[in-house]
């Protein structure tokens, strides 16, 4: 024997109801013994209250509402019923809204409209669909027949939500089915008393109905048929990654629908879940999908968590106070007064201190609550014993649910280290000890982040999405976004990660699409669908989005975008940048940056800041954490100047080996900063910095290797003409280092608190000798490396290492946010 039981939704079609009748005609063949229950058709129990309502209120538009839930059942008939035999289905269908109407006069007469007539005007609803699709069971030639479940489950006169007699209610389902061997189609969320008068079972009816028969008859299995894939890791509609949960226990269906998830109403299914009934979620719109089981124990579990739910609105009271530390019974009278109130109360919190206790409610009752509390504690608010009694509003709860918890250790470690990485401040948390669920209260505004951050990382093997917002789509921007697109795949299977490219701004435009720019086609969407740029607005727009993982990445040089740095990381969003004027400005500047990031749990990465991709800043700030001391370093930091001197020669001219450095995106966008040494100086305090010595720009010692013609000129064009026109300068430098068989090298140092940067020559023996196109190296002598320097060599500069470099530090990020 098996239950079946159709929602709202199931019947609220001609067409829905053909998916219905095909999935009953699938049971049939299989010639197993089933029941089905249906409930009424879509919105119709709704509409009835609101009709008994506006008969109670005297409005006797009330009739042409009725007319219209009678036409729905009309049109199931005539589109499911042969036309020869529809006139007797009509008829009942006509008997049916005649009784009704009858009942809704008698209350516009008497204005008044008790918990009881409505039970009885609410019946209709499952009556009229019931009886419908039996008929056309029937006329379809299947032995099927109506069961009016008043006449076998019954409750006491509680209307609007019976107390079910379980000894009565078996007994005579188990009579009803002895005597009734045709396929029973019984109405769902009905009852009546002893005495025949219509209740009905409150929330979850139609369920509850399913349950209270495949208890009874020891069904093998409860089918509950709706228009969903079964039970979801969360709310499809705020985790765009949630995916359907193929096996939960009972208990943790319980939790979870006790934050809100809807598909069932586990309280409902008490009576099977009590005899071991296993119950199956199906899709009448998708028949392929397995359904969700959910049984006593569920099956091989893969996540350390079975789901999350969430409460979307709460408040939160608060009642504190010194007086109430070693009090027996202040909570006691706290929850009976709430109870005796009809407030209930969604999760508790106290801290051992006893100084404090918090709860979560509807926030509709907040005022009630509020004036309850003030009376009960009078006393205690006099003596000063209760300080303040607060309450909170625009809060909402998330709950993970997961018997798998008991066994997992770090569970709430990995929940509050994603919370906390994601800049979400957590109001209360409680955590039965049963440990199947833990609680959090969280602002209202920072919900669907949340939930799509905790999915994110206890359903790892479902994609993560990291969001970037690029801003400055230059040489170094444009290739990062080439990279991007180069690995969606690999990082797609290889490590389940998304990137979605969710903002990009150049200097003309800007586009923000949560839902990802491609990029394949970014330079067409934003020159099409982007708005004019607006770096404010931009940095706004992120922030109110409020998304999960969100980085933000400036491949700029703009001078001006640093002082939204602040603003992104106070707002716990990371940074990213291959910019160097955030670290290179004032020190202070330069420590507010790194504390905001501490402070927010979130990161600022910039390795590409000095010796592009080279792991130099990564290698300083290990060795830095370690505990070793840096005693000097010395390097050569400038990729354009390296090359120039690997390059130029007495058979070139200087200014045309600076065009090629341009040309191969070496150079900073205005070559001058790379020639004057700005770049470099700023490398080198950049550097000073990281190892502890906090220098301000005005200490970096330059010397010029430029003539003061080349320095001053006031444009790029100018600037190249004056290299021209300086060419025997460089040539000069040139040939006599050329002669004593030395190369020219210009050298950052910091030792003993300083930096300079000079023009050298070296020989051959000097390890910056042997050098070719865009290198830099770095030689640190620290405690731990100081017979022989740790050394580190490589290009330092050009599009592919800058970009990969920034592309690192983005998954560095989606590493430390797990
Ligand atoms: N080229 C290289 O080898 C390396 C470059 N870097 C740094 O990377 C950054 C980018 O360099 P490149 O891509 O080579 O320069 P680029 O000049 O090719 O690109 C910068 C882009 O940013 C845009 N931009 C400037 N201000 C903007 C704003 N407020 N809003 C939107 N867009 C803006 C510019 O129009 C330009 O398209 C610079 O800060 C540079 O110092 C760092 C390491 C190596
Ligand atoms: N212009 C810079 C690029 C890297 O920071 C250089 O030449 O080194
Ligand atoms: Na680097």
Redesign the pocket.
């Known amino acids: 024997m098996k239950v079946l039981k159709f929602g709202g939704t199931s019947v609220g079609s001609v067409d829905s109801i053909k998916t219905v009748i095909n999935i009953l005609e699938e049971n049939l063949a299989k010639g197993e013994r089933f029941a089905v229950v249906f409930s009424a058709m879509g919105g119709v129990t709704n509409r009835l209250i609101e009709i008994g309502k506006m008969a109670a209120s005297g409005n006797p538009d009330y009739i042409e509402f009725l007319k219209g839930v009678e036409e729905r059942h009309f049109a199931i008939v005539r589109g499911l019923i042969p036309v020869k035999s529809q006139s007797s289905t009509f008829a009942a269908v006509r008997g049916l809204f005649n009784e009704l109407e009858d009942i809704l006069r008698g209350v516009s007469w008497i204005k008044e409209l008790s918990e009881r007539t409505l039970d009885l005007i609410m019946s209709f609803g499952e009556r009229l669909s019931t009886m419908v699709i039996t008929e056309i069971l029937k006329s379809k030639g299947i032995a099927a027949e109506f069961c009016d479940a008043r006449q076998i489950i019954h409750t006491n006169a509680t209307y609007g939500m019976g107390d079910v007699n379980f000894e009565i209610t078996n007994k005579q389902i188990l009579e009803y089915f002895a005597k009734n061997a045709a396929l029973q189609c019984v109405t769902g969320f009905i009852a009546s008393t002893a005495e025949g008068v219509t209740t009905t079972l409150g929330r979850g009816g139609s369920d509850f109905t399913a349950s209270i028969l495949g208890a009874a008859l020891d069904a093998e299995a409860i089918e509950i048929w709706t228009d969903v894939d079964g039970m979801m890791t969360a709310d499809p509609r705020k985790v765009t990654n949630a995916f359907t949960i193929p096996s939960i226990s009972y208990a943790e269906a319980m939790e979870l629908s006790h934050f809100g998830a809807k598909v069932i109403y586990p309280p409902s299914l008490q009576p099977a879940f009590a005899k071991n009934i296993t119950l199956k979620v199906l899709n009448t719109f998708n028949t392929d999908f397995e359904g969700t089981y959910v049984q006593k124990a569920a099956n091989g579990k893969e996540y350390a968590i079975t789901g999350i739910s969430s409460i979307d609105e709460i408040a939160l009271v608060n009642i504190q106070g010194s007086g109430m530390i070693g009090v027996a019974g202040i909570s006691g009278r706290l929850f009976t007064a709430l109870s005796n109130n009809a407030i209930s109360v969604i999760l508790i919190s106290q801290a051992s201190s006893e100084h404090s206790i918090c709860f979560s409610i509807d926030p509709k009752n907040a005022q009630k609550a509020s004036e309850v509390l003030e009376k009960e504690f009078a006393t205690e608010i006099s003596l000063g014993h209760i300080d303040s009694i607060s309450i909170e509003k625009n809060l909402s709860i998330i709950a993970i649910v997961g018997e798998g918890m008991k066994k997992s250790t770090g569970v709430s470690g990995k929940l509050f280290s994603v919370l906390g990485k994601n800049g979400i401040n957590v109001v209360a948390t409680a955590q039965g000890s049963s440990e199947l669920n833990i609680s959090v209260v969280i602002a209202k505004s920072d919900l669907s982040k949340a939930l799509n951050a905790i999915h994110g990382v206890f359903f790892q093997s479902e994609t993560r999405s990291l969001n970037l917002f690029i801003?400055?789509?230059?040489?170094?921007?444009?290739?990062l976004i080439e990279q991007v697109r180069n690995q969606t795949q690999y990082l797609r299977t290889e490590k389940f990660l998304n990137l979605n490219i969710a903002g990009l701004?150049?200097?003309?435009k800007?586009l923000l699409d949560i839902d990802g720019i491609k990029p394949e086609n970014w330079r067409d969407r934003v020159m099409d669908e982007g708005v004019k740029?607006n770096?404010p607005a931009?940095v706004q727009r992120m922030i109110e989005l409020n998304l999960p993982n969100s980085v933000f990445v400036?491949?700029?040089?703009?001078k001006?975008?640093v002082q939204y740095y602040q603003i992104l990381l106070d707002a716990s969003i990371s940074v990213v940048?291959?910019?160097?004027?955030a670290n290179s400005g004032s020190y202070s500047e330069y420590v507010s940056l790194q504390r905001t990031a501490l402070q927010r749990g979130v990161k600022f990465l910039y390795e590409?800041?000095?010796?592009?991709?080279l792991p130099i800043i990564n290698t300083i700030q290990g060795l830095m954490a370690s505990g070793d001391k840096f005693l000097k370093i010395e390097a050569i930091l400038s990729?354009?100047l390296s090359y120039i001197f690997n390059n130029f020669s007495s058979e070139n001219r200087f200014v045309d080996v600076v065009k090629e450095a341009k040309a191969k995106?070496?150079?900073?966008?205005d070559p001058r900063?790379d020639l004057s040494g700005a770049?470099v100086g700023r490398k080198i305090l950049i550097l000073a910095r990281e190892v502890g010595v906090p220098l301000e720009p005005e200490e970096i010692k330059i010397s010029q290797i430029l003539p003061g013609n080349c320095l001053n000129a006031p444009t790029v064009d100018a600037f190249f003409k004056e290299l021209e026109i300086s060419n025997n300068y460089f040539a000069e430098n040139q040939a006599n280092a050329e002669a004593n068989g030395e190369k020219l090298r210009y050298i950052a140092t910091l030792e003993n608190g300083k930096a300079s940067i000079e023009l050298k020559t070296v020989d051959s023996s000097h390890p910056f000798y042997n050098l070719s196109g865009?290198d830099n190296i770095i030689s640190f002598t620290t405690e731990r490396y100081k017979d022989r320097p740790l050394v580190i060599k490589g290009p330092?500069?050009?599009?592919e290492?800058?970009a990969s470099?920034?592309f690192a530090d983005i998954m560095s990020i989606s590493s430390y946010l797990g």
């Open positions: 801003v400055g789509v230059g040489l170094i921007g444009s290739t701004s150049n200097t003309k800007m740029t770096l931009f400036d491949c700029t040089s703009d001006d975008i940048t291959p910019n160097k004027v590409t800041n000095v010796g592009a991709g990729g354009t995106g070496f150079t900073e966008p900063d770049d865009s330092g500069a050009g599009a290492v800058t470099g920034v």
